[in-house]
């Protein structure tokens, strides 16, 4: 089964409003995860990791106030999409690992797909 | 930095024969791990094999297994006895060591014809 959950998989906005994603580890501690965004036949960009206690590490060219990114917990990401666009619709996926720092397998949620109207 | 590079954008393969997708990486580092996963259409990123670079023995996964070169820092997927449900999109990634952040190549699109 699913080790790391994402909600919603899908959701339409308006533009102007703001739209949370959830991401959920759920049989273990991740200290830290990932947000990726994938636009049509592309691959995963990442945009972000988010860390348990402490701000998010943004990449180059990623919005950060755009884009908020909330780890309050060691099982749970929130990736707030803010006065969302239509350019803003994507497919954004997270993703967490068992361990930290070991190569153990990255799990990946299931995907959120992001329609801003 | 480290880089991923799949050559293939598109390939298509006969149901029950065999196809291998390359994917060749750079870096620097001695101890990393490298991936492929597999994404349907419903983009679910489903991990299809693991190789772990201290390693030297291919990893296998029943009808998936890799050729790790690792001198030559190439790291192929051989797919057997293909299967209609083995069309996707196939990344290969890399993960260092010491870090979590995974680095994707850009795909390369599997067809299995009937």
């Known amino acids: 089964g699913a080790v790391v959950s994402q909600h919603p998989s899908r959701v339409i906005c308006k533009s102007g409003t703001s739209v949370k994603i959830e991401c959920r580890s759920l049989?273990?501690?991740?200290?830290?995860m990932f947000w990726y965004r994938q636009f049509p036949k592309q691959s995963l960009m990442l945009m972000a990791t988010?860390?348990?206690?402490?701000?998010?590490?943004?990449e180059q060219g990623v919005e950060k106030d755009k884009f908020l990114i909330n780890h309050a917990s060691l099982t749970l990401s929130t990736l707030t999409v803010t006065s969302a666009h239509p350019e803003d619709s994507s497919f954004y996926i997270c993703?967490?690992?068992?361990?930290?720092?070991?190569?153990?397998?990255?799990?990946f949620g299931e995907g959120s797909w992001l329609t801003v109207v | 930095a480290q880089t991923v590079t799949q050559s293939q954008p598109e390939m298509s393969v006969q149901e029950a024969e065999t196809v291998t997708l390359s994917c060749t990486y750079d870096?620097?580092?001695?101890?990393?791990?490298l991936f492929w996963y597999k994404q349907p259409p419903s983009r679910q990123m489903i991990l299809v094999i693991r190789?772990?670079?201290?390693?030297?023995q291919n990893a296998t996964e029943n009808r998936f297994s890799v050729n790790f070169q690792k001198a030559a820092k190439s790291f192929s997927l051989k797919i057997s006895d293909s299967q209609l449900g083995d069309t996707a999109m196939y990344f290969c990634?890399?993960?260092?060591?010491?870090?979590?952040?995974?680095?994707f190549g850009i795909g390369t699109k599997l067809q299995v014809i009937p």
């Open positions: 190789q772990e670079a201290y390693k030297q």
């Open positions: 870096t620097s580092e001695n101890n990393y791990y």
């Open positions: 988010s860390n348990e206690g402490s701000k998010a590490t943004y």
């Open positions: 049989d273990f501690q991740a200290t830290t």
């Open positions: 990634a890399f993960l260092s060591g010491g870090y979590q952040k995974v680095t």
């Open positions: 993703s967490a690992s068992r361990e930290p720092r070991a190569g153990n397998t990255i799990y």
